[in-house]
């Protein structure tokens, strides 16, 4: 791992907590909660992650996370998280969850956003960590069961920055919560969403002009559509990409052929973000390195990257300074001195 990044101070903004159960915590949970798993090892269980495709990896992943039950059980997941994050310089962290993946389980919504929110609490007390949640919509459920959700999570309204929208994305367009998402900006929710992960560049376009969206999650399709570019690059609009899902996922060959630094260079605000390494090979530190190994990202690309990361995310504009004067500090220690 290279130095310059292993101590780039970073922010993370696309981070799926129910992402980060490693298969050793799948095992301890199940043991603790006297749940039968499917699988007869941590090796065997780790053998199932070989994804063809983004439904492919989803089928994984929620069944990975009937394990989580209790408040305890996700502030371990949390916990075990934000360990990893501070090891790898992660200075603020913006996490999405997934409420109805559990509460369709019977799991209580307030164990899921105390122990979460418990966690982050304590990162913040202790290492001076802070953090945003965010609540994803599940984009497979009917808007229907969004606007349940929405309601159910009326009680927890302090502890919830912002709405997103994940799961299986083609066919599942943006369209399908326009009214969810107009009833949450009532709400003074921040709203967010996946688009153009898998699915068209048409969707980020709907995520922008439909839902309202401030920022986009994967957007990496973009690349195929250059006034999409240009308009993204023009307006500052932040997509939160994730490179070695990407390659997991197969929306990438290999990542070689990852757009990021097209879209760095055409002046969006593209960020790295490890979305669900525990599924797919590496937290924040990871992602960075493969874009220095892959692509060939020099240190001056990664100092932007990181950059941008702070203009994107939710921190009050003193705090981003403060973040931002500390990256740009860190930069110019290693001889890079960047224009604006
Ligand atoms: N990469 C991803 N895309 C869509 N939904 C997700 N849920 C968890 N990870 C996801
Ligand atoms: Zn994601």
Do not use: H
């Given at each position: 791992m290279s130095t310059f990044i292993s101590e780039l101070p970073k922010v993370e903004l696309h981070l799926h907590i129910e992402g980060t159960l490693e298969p050793e915590m799948v095992f301890a949970l199940a043991r603790r909660n006297g749940i039968t798993l499917d699988y007869q090892d941590e090796s065997a269980l780790k053998a199932a992650y070989q994804f063809a495709d983004l439904q492919s990896f989803l089928d994984v992943y929620y069944q990975g996370m009937q394990v989580l039950l209790t408040e305890q059980d996700f502030f371990d997941l949390t916990w075990a998280y934000l360990v990893r994050a501070y090891a790898d310089r992660v200075r603020h962290v913006e996490i999405f969850f997934d409420p109805q993946a559990h509460t369709g389980r019977g799991v209580p919504l307030a164990a899921v956003v105390s122990g979460i929110h418990r966690a982050l609490e304590q990162a913040r007390q202790q290492w001076g960590l802070t953090s945003r949640l965010i609540m994803s919509f599940l984009r497979h459920l009917s808007e229907a069961e969004a606007f349940e959700t929405l309601h159910h999570a009326e009680p927890f309204r302090q502890q919830?920055?912002?709405?997103?929208?994940?799961?299986?994305?083609?066919?599942?367009?943006?369209?399908?919560?326009?009214?969810?998402?107009?009833?949450a900006r009532e709400q003074g929710y921040r709203l967010v969403a996946h688009a153009g992960e898998e699915g068209p560049a048409g969707y980020i376009r709907d995520a922008l002009d439909i839902l309202q969206v401030e920022r986009i999650d994967h957007g990496v399709a973009a690349i195929t559509d250059p006034?999409?570019?240009?308009?993204?690059?023009?307006?500052?609009?932040?997509?939160?990409?994730?490179?070695?899902?990407?390659?997991k996922l197969n929306v990438i060959k290999s990542m070689a052929e990852h757009p990021m630094l097209q879209l760095l260079h055409a002046g969006l605000c593209v960020t790295v973000n490890s979305d669900d390494p525990a599924y797919f090979g590496g937290y924040m530190n990871a992602n960075f390195e493969a874009l220095q190994q892959g692509l060939g990202a020099s240190n001056e690309e990664l100092l932007q990257l990181a950059l941008n990361g702070v203009e994107a995310c939710w921190l009050s504009p003193e705090e981003k300074a403060v973040l931002t004067r500390e990256i740009r500090d860190y930069g110019e220690q290693a001889g890079i001195a960047l224009q604006h």
């Open positions: 919830l920055s912002g709405i997103g929208l994940d799961s299986a994305e083609k066919g599942n367009p943006p369209t399908k919560f326009s009214q969810v998402y107009a009833a006034p999409l570019m240009a308009r993204l690059a023009q307006e500052r609009i932040p997509l939160t990409v994730c490179p070695l899902s990407n390659l």
